[in-house]
């Protein structure tokens, strides 16, 4: 696996060493030691898979806080997605700033998300299927989460909105979010 740090401080996207041959190919996709060597939680306490009808849909922003703070390990398996982490931690230098990056079937590439990091996407294809790695188990009472389209995030969605919970559409702006 090839780890690249992001502007965002612990947030990698890590891409596979495929090794190809007559069959087709292998590639190693999570190795608690090589996460542990990068300063990463290899943790994982679930696994989950999220599979969305139409492009356009969006899932997001969620994160967890203390005690139940979530690491995710990102990887679209079919299709592809925009995928968003934003900063949440008050004393980081990049509080409150975010990326986001193409996973897709044929990039094959992950990200990783730290603690206390919002993270959502939109599905960029009908049949966007998404699998990822979750370092805490869901605990309802520490959910928590952020509008996907507020003003003082400014995140530029690549597509227009076209699916959206009702959950999710009714975050707190950032302003009203308690840290």
């Known amino acids: 696996m090839k780890f690249t740090e992001t502007k965002l401080k612990g947030a990698f996207i890590i891409d596979l ?3 190809n041959d007559d069959r087709g190919g292998f590639a190693r996709t999570f190795c608690a030691k090589e996460f542990e060597d990068h300063g990463l ?3 994982v306490a ?3 898979l999220s599979f969305n009808y139409k492009a356009g849909t969006l899932r997001g922003m969620h994160y967890q806080v203390a005690p139940a703070c979530e690491t995710k ?3 679209c398996t079919k299709g592809a997605i925009y995928d968003v982490i934003i900063d949440m931690r008050p004393e980081s230098p990049t509080y409150r700033q975010h990326i986001g990056v193409e996973l897709t079937a044929d990039n094959r590439r992950a990200l990783y998300v730290p603690e206390l990091f919002a993270h959502g996407y939109q599905a960029l294809t009908d049949e966007a299927e998404v699998v990822y790695q979750v370092g805490e188990f869901y605990t309802p009472g520490y959910e928590r989460g ?3 389209n507020d003003p ?3 995140i530029a969605w690549p597509m227009p909105v076209t699916v959206i919970s009702e ?3 009714a975050w707190a702006l950032f302003e009203a979010v308690p840290v």
């Open 167 to 169: 959950k999710d559409a």
């Open 17 to 19: 060493e495929l090794r």
């Open 152 to 154: 003082a995030l400014a």
């Open 73 to 75: 390990l990102v990887r």
């Open 146 to 148: 952020l509008r996907y």
């Open 46 to 48: 679930q696994c989950n």
């Open 41 to 43: 939680k290899p943790t």
